[in-house]
Nanobody, 114 residues
Framework: QVQLAESGGGLVQSGGSLRLSCVAS????????MGWYRQAPGKERELVAT???????NYADSVKGRFTISRDYAKDTVSLQMNSLEPEDTAVYYC????????WGQGTQVTVSS
């Protein structure tokens, strides 16, 4: 089992920045991919960004150029630097890890006011 704990959400004005962090605990060996997903009210959960290798990253088109994902393999953490935030980025953000199965954090709320 892999446990994931997110931190860093909050309320920010449009154009502002936030940094989300996620720490993995439990059986961490063999995690092949970590990333962030989000779910806005009334919408399905969607991919934001994932990282499989230090340079193997994947971003949703809507966040390219604004968000940056990074992973610290020594500390088993994954972070998401979010710049130029827009009201459309408002959602609950979930940390995800893939290790033979999918594991999810509890989620952290990000609210961007206009």
């Amino acid at each position: 089992q892999v446990q994931l704990a997110e931190s860093g959400g909050g309320l920010v004005q449009s154009g502002g920045s936030l940094r989300l962090s996620c720490v993995a605990s439990g059986i961490r060996f063999g995690i092949t991919r970590m990333g962030w997903y989000r779910q806005a009210p009334g919408k399905e959960r969607e991919l934001v960004a994932t990282v499989s290798r230090p340079t193997d990253t994947n971003y949703a088109d809507s966040v390219k150029g604004r968000f940056t994902i990074s992973r610290d393999y020594a500390k088993d953490t994954v972070s998401l630097q979010m710049n130029s935030l827009e009201p459309e980025d408002t959602a609950v953000y979930y940390c995800h890890a893939r290790r033979n199965a999918d594991f999810w954090g509890q989620g952290t709320q990000v609210t961007v006011s206009s």
